[in-house]
């Protein structure tokens, strides 16, 4: 089992920046894969960012150059800079893990889920 606990979300002017964080815990390897995705009132869960446990990483092309995630595997913690926000990315955010080695950016396909922080960027 793993558990996952975001934190970092908030309202913020169109613009500027959130950092979201997330922790995982339950298991003592880190070869998963760690990832964001987003969901906005009436929309589906989308992907957003994705990193393995070498550091290689996946960006959904709305926010390439904008987002950046790193992730720390001692600590099995994942971050999600967010600069230049906004409006559209106003949704709440979830922290996911995928065990395995290959992308996949459907939600199925992601094993964990974190409980989700709301992101609102005014206008």
């Known amino acids: 089992q793993l558990q996952l606990v975001e934190s970092g979300g908030g309202l913020v002017q169109a613009g500027g920046s959130l950092r979201l964080s997330c922790a995982a815990s339950g298991r003592t390897d880190s070869s998963y894969i760690m990832g964001w995705f987003r969901q906005s009132p009436g929309a589906e869960r989308e992907f957003v960012a994705g990193?393995?446990?070498?550091?290689?990483?996946y960006y959904t092309d709305s926010v390439k150059g904008r987002f950046t995630i790193s992730r720390d595997n001692a600590r099995n913690t994942v971050a999600l800079q967010m600069n230049n926000l906004k409006p559209e990315d106003t949704a709440i955010y979830y922290c996911?893990?995928?065990?395995?080695?290959?992308?996949?950016?459907?939600?199925?396909?992601?094993?964990?889920w974190g409980q989700g922080t709301q992101v609102t960027v005014s206008s």
């Open positions: 990193i393995k446990a070498n550091e290689d990483t």
């Open positions: 996911a893990v995928r065990f395995g080695s290959r992308w996949a950016i459907t939600p199925p396909m992601w094993s964990y």
